[in-house]
């Protein structure tokens, strides 16, 4: 969509060996053109809008799921009051079916209302879907979770973990920022988000550069990927990514899955924010010697800090076993509790 961004490399005929073997290592965007294309619901989003969604109602139990509903003014960006202390969208609670209605319903308006339901977990509430449109490359545990709405944009925003989207109905644009460009994106509150991470304060369509300068370094290391139904793109841990619906009636299905073979034992991220409230506003000689030890145990070769130590004897600083992860919540539960 923009000419000044460069572009998600594209791959083609990609499969699970090559997806683990070429792509993975990589730890980058990858567009995976025709991924999907022979899945049933794509085929049906390829006849019409009214084909998809009857697809998708066909496999519909009922269950009600959330959804956002911003008015026609929004144009689609959800986002915050201009005092942040709210949103300028409200939630609904509805059956797929009823949203799918509603979103054929506004289709043919010039200025709609601002719509979409996201990470709907497909097994959960269409369980034919799932049997029927699916892929072998994800990761282990991976489930599918449903995106359905009009032209919706989801703020650029990061995930703990890997994804692949793929693109059911409609057109999308994901951008892409590297996860370093954290200093660069100006994000806003932790505390009180839209659906779990943090976002960009800066509007990527229109950049206010004399308020957020720093962003044009960013805009510098931007990657862009144009999907069309059937597409796929692989999201890398951690990269930042804003997602624009181009269509009246756009259907997306996303895959999370943990990074490495063991579940994480905590949130790194509100590790952050633990810190952020012990460490950041000490005075700047003792968060140099916070910086130093952060660096000796956590981002140096933090196994030899404890190599002196017998293996039995490291307590908390050897390796993480299920029982000892047990032990350290419980120590910093207590310490939470004061």
């Given at each position: ?164 989207a793929v693109v059911v109905g409609g057109r999308r644009c994901f951008t892409f920022f590297p996860p370093e460009q954290v200093r660069n994106l100006y994000v806003g509150p932790f505390d ?98 916070w910086h130093a030890w952060f660096d000796h145990y956590v981002f140096g070769q933090a196994h030899d800090a404890v190599a002196h130590l017998p293996a039995g004897g490291r307590g908390a ?22």
């Amino acid at each position: 969509m923009t000419d000044g961004f460069f572009k998600v490399r594209e791959w083609h005929g990609v499969d699970r060996a090559r997806f683990r073997s070429e792509i993975v290592p990589l730890r980058r965007p990858a567009i995976l053109r025709g991924l999907a294309k022979d899945w049933p619901a794509v085929q049906a989003s390829l006849q019409s809008p009214e084909a998809l969604c009857d697809h998708i109602r066909a496999a519909d139990l009922g269950k009600p799921v959330p959804a956002f509903l911003g008015p026609p003014q929004i144009k689609g960006r959800f986002w915050y009051r201009d005092d942040l202390r709210g949103l300028n969208y409200q939630q609904r609670i509805a059956p797929i079916g009823e949203l799918l209605d509603v979103l054929l319903s506004v289709r043919e308006e010039a200025e709609p209302p601002a719509f979409y339901a996201g990470a709907i977990p497909v097994a959960e509430n269409c369980p034919t879907f799932a049997r029927d449109n699916a892929t072998d490359i994800v990761g282990e545990g991976a489930s599918p979770r449903l995106w359905i709405g009009n032209r919706a944009t989801v703020s650029t925003h990061f995930d703990m973990s890997e994804n692949i989207a793929v693109v059911v109905g409609g057109r999308r644009c994901f951008t892409f920022f590297p996860p370093e460009q954290v200093r660069n994106l100006y994000v806003g509150p932790f505390d009180f988000t839209f659906a779990g991470p943090p976002v960009s304060m800066v509007d990527l369509r229109a950049p206010d550069l004399e308020r957020y300068p720093r962003y044009a370094e960013a805009m510098a290391t931007a990657e862009e990927a144009d999907l069309e139904p059937g597409d796929a793109v692989y999201v890398p841990y951690m990269w930042w990514h804003q997602v624009e619906a181009l269509d009246a009636v756009n259907v997306l299905v996303n895959y999370w899955w943990n990074v490495g073979e063991r579940a994480w034992p905590g949130s790194p991220f509100k590790t952050l924010m633990h810190a952020i409230m012990t460490i950041r506003d000490l005075p700047k000689r003792e968060r140099d010697i916070w910086h130093a030890w952060f660096d000796h145990y956590v981002f140096g070769q933090a196994h030899d800090a404890v190599a002196h130590l017998p293996a039995g004897g490291r307590g908390a600083l050897g390796d993480m076993t299920p029982e000892r992860v047990a032990a350290v919540k419980q120590y910093l539960m207590d310490e939470l509790r004061r």
